[in-house]
């Protein structure tokens, strides 16, 4: 199976699960001898399958929580994000001279150790006494030959947790309990060692050794079925876990004895759950309606069905409504494929690619609007890839009235035609007339107004040729048949989504006030992972989650995801030094601020990158047998899933408990895909050379002679083709489009 199509399913938090699991298997438990007593009986109703039990090729957040239920990390987190023991024991960060002291067959690439700095080397000591589920030790050789066997010239054929292994070159064992990961920058031809601030979090689960080596890498990575799931997490399949799978019904998973005497006896983390169900439902209503009749105790569901509970008259007593921002930094976003070379280029509008189209449209929508109407105003407004729940890394761009930024439009020639400046707190305020103002500067007039829709004109086709997306400028401003080009794109959203479809419903409507069409295209998941990780849309409605952690998702928008997680086409060497600059820098002071220039530059892209909305999560729970799921007074944003055992009635079928994590929108009916791999063209959308090459981890782009950054975002044909360079200041920020 290819990977493409995976991405759209793979924006799923890591930490999430890690944390669930801590909280489901910490709870004040039971004696674990239940003969004679009633069975506990822990239910994960969803709307969506878990499509495969192997941690490779799962795609869908049912996956990532059955992964969680049966395997385990080399750290865990408690209630509040705060990482723990688990797998390791202890952790720590260290130079190459530390490591050459201390293990003399350090593999240090025949280097020396002073080449290998401060943080470029992390050393795990693992937890001993722990067994995986079929009795065997759990020892460094599982943890090198999962990690080692993701790396070299496997990277790309083991894309899940892609976000973590980039800059892992090798991985050594130092004796039976000690590992150590070793960080260099592969994009330089030089391949130097490089410090990674992260090395806390790298959320990849560990397999056994004795299971799969017999496997060759491919097979894991892409044909393994998973089966049988041998993990050290506190859940394992039944015999029918295969067929299970494959009926799509529902799972049941088992206590795990050698979880109990491994790490819950070590850590002394106990559960109160016998079984864990996974049941699987192929439409919300039917979720809900479960929930209403008792059959189903708890589930996570989606603002209308949320709010229509909330005003329900008829729920039962032990119904509980609660929402806050998820864990998972959920976020909803649209944008343009702003890729130039993109395979479908000919039959692509030229004018996707255009900053100034971006700008004009991000102002053109309210998302005000989008949060009160579309989420029931159970959300915030979006500003970047992260949301509020990232309390240390989370850039509130609405509340920064000290930064400003500049937005210019400029000719082919360089003249300026277009600019205003504002605080970062309203640069990107709801104006129609600032946005028609920059269209009709732009160069895409509207012959027609106010009916009909803006065409593209002599000034911005020559605009466009120069950014290098038409031929020439009579093909940017013509179609096949010679007739005007419009600004008009098609919508390409997933047919089970609701709530992106509801957006782009919105966006088609709202942007008719600046002459722009917007056609909402539904299409299945297979064709949408087709068409979007291929280039071949012009415009889509998406979403991704991740990590509390930032490196995770701030990775994504990289060019160096360009072959399947960025979705949006848009590598930029500056967006590239500023995350490279946070994955380095362990002064937290300093990765904020990094941190907060990957925010802003993705804030100020405009639809190229449009975070309409951050959800909060909607939870519904009966707690007549279970408490502590999602509660009231909970703190907020973190997942809450402490359920305790109180005993009670029991409901249909005599199921004791139900809890659901999974997202509503995705329909339990999808399926993998095997889409080609495309290479994509890294042409870089940017103006003006940077000093030093700009796939060397670090390099920064040019400086103005004062020291501070200097940015532009657009590389056309010319030194001047519509955006002009500007000047960063280390305390504010700069915008040219």
Same mark, same amino acid.
């Given at each position: ?462 605009? $466009?040729?120069?950014? !290098?997306? %038409?031929?020439?400028? =009579?093909?940017?401003? @013509? ?6 080009? /419009? ?114 530059? $993705?804030?100020?892209? !405009?639809? %190229?990158?449009?975070? =309409?909305?951050?959800? @909060? ?6 707690? /007549? ?113």
């Amino acid at each position: 199976m290819d990977t493409n199509n995976r991405w759209r399913y793979r924006k799923i938090s890591i930490a999430i699960f890690v944390t669930m699991i801590f909280l489901l298997t910490s709870v004040s438990a039971m004696a674990l001898d239940t003969k004679g007593a009633e069975e506990k009986i822990f239910v994960v109703g969803m709307t969506e399958r878990v499509s495969s039990a192997n941690p490779f090729i799962g795609i869908y957040d049912a996956d990532y929580m059955f992964y969680y239920y049966v395997y385990e990390y080399l750290v865990s987190t408690d209630d509040e994000g705060n990482a723990m023991p688990n797998l390791a024991k202890s952790w720590w960060y260290m130079d190459g001279a530390t490591a050459a002291a201390t293990d003399p067959d350090a593999d240090l690439l025949k280097r020396s150790p002073s080449e290998w700095p401060l943080g470029s080397i992390w050393e795990y000591n693992l937890t001993e006494g722990i067994f995986w589920s079929d009795g065997v030790p759990f020892e460094a050789d599982d943890v090198v030959y999962t990690i080692g066997m993701q790396l070299g010239a496997n990277y790309a054929t083991f894309w899940a947790f892609q976000p973590y292994t980039k800059w892992i070159d090798h991985i050594q064992k130092v004796d039976q309990y000690t590992v150590r990961f070793f960080f260099t920058d592969k994009t330089n031809i030089s391949n130097p060692a490089v410090p990674i601030v992260y090395g806390t979090f790298l959320w990849i689960p560990i397999l056994p050794k004795h299971v799969l080596e017999g496997y060759s890498p491919g097979t894991v990575a892409q044909s393994w079925s998973g089966v049988p799931a041998v993990g050290t997490g506190p859940f394992i399949g039944t015999d029918d876990l295969e067929d299970e799978i494959i009926a799509a019904e529902k799972i049941t998973l088992m206590r795990n004895p050698e979880w109990e005497n491994g790490l819950g006896r070590i850590y002394n983390r106990t559960c109160d759950a016998d079984k864990v169900v996974m049941r699987f439902y192929a439409d919300e209503q039917s979720l809900v309606l479960d929930l209403k009749t008792k059959k189903v105790d708890a589930a996570e569901i989606a603002p209308i069905s949320y709010i229509s509970l909330k005003n329900a008259t008829d729920n039962p007593p032990e119904l509980k409504l609660n929402s806050r921002l998820p864990l998972s930094v959920y976020t909803k976003i649209s944008h343009f494929n702003f890729q130039i070379g993109s395979p479908a280029l000919p039959s692509l509008n030229p004018s996707r690619v255009d900053p100034a189209l971006h700008r004009a449209t991000a102002l053109a929508t309210d998302r005000d609007f989008i949060v009160k109407e579309v989420f029931k105003g159970l959300g915030v407004k979006g500003v970047g890839i992260l949301t509020p729940v990232c309390s240390d890394w989370y850039y509130d761009a609405y509340s920064d009235t000290k930064n400003r930024s500049w937005f210019n439009v400029t000719s082919a020639t360089g003249s300026v035609l277009y600019s205003y400046n504002e605080t970062m707190a309203h640069v990107m305020d709801f104006n129609v007339t600032r946005a028609n103002e920059i269209l009709n500067a732009s160069g895409y007039p509207w012959p027609t107004y106010p009916e009909g829709y803006r065409i593209i004109g002599d000034v911005a086709a020559e605009r $466009l040729y120069n950014l !290098g997306v %038409a031929g020439s400028p =009579t093909s940017a401003k @013509e179609d096949s048949d010679g007739n005007p080009a /419009y600004l008009e794109f098609e919508d390409i959203v997933e047919e089970q989504s609701e709530l992106e479809t509801d957006i782009s419903k919105y966006l088609s409507a709202a942007w008719e006030s600046i002459g722009v069409k917007l056609t909402p295209t539904l299409v299945s998941g297979a064709i949408w992972s087709t068409m979007v990780y291929g280039f071949q849309d012009e415009f889509t409605e998406t979403y991704w989650s991740g990590d509390l952690d930032p490196n995770y998702l701030l990775y994504v928008p990289t060019s160096y995801s360009m072959d399947g997680w960025n979705e949006w086409g848009t590598p930029d060497p500056w967006y590239d030094y500023c995350y490279v600059m946070q994955t380095k820098e362990f002064n937290k002071s300093k990765r904020i601020h990094w941190v907060h220039e990957c925010e802003k530059y $993705l804030f100020l892209s !405009g639809t %190229a990158f449009m975070t =309409t909305c951050d959800p @909060e999560g909607c939870y519904a729970h009966l707690d /007549y047998r279970w408490t502590g799921w999602y509660e009231a007074g909970y703190n907020p944003g973190y997942l809450a899933t402490e359920v305790k055992w109180v005993g009670g009635d029991g409901g249909a079928n005599n199921i004791t408990i139900v809890v659901a994590g999974a997202i509503a929108s995705v329909v339990a009916a999808a399926t993998a895909i095997v889409v080609a791999r495309r290479i994509k063209v890294k042409r870089m959308l940017r103006e003006g050379e940077h000093a030093g090459d700009k796939e060397t981890q670090g390099s920064a782009p040019n400086k103005a002679p004062d020291g501070t950054m200097t940015e532009t975002l657009i590389k056309g044909k010319s030194s001047s083709h519509g955006q002009d360079a500007i000047t960063i200041p280390y305390d504010e920020v700069e915008d040219d489009r």
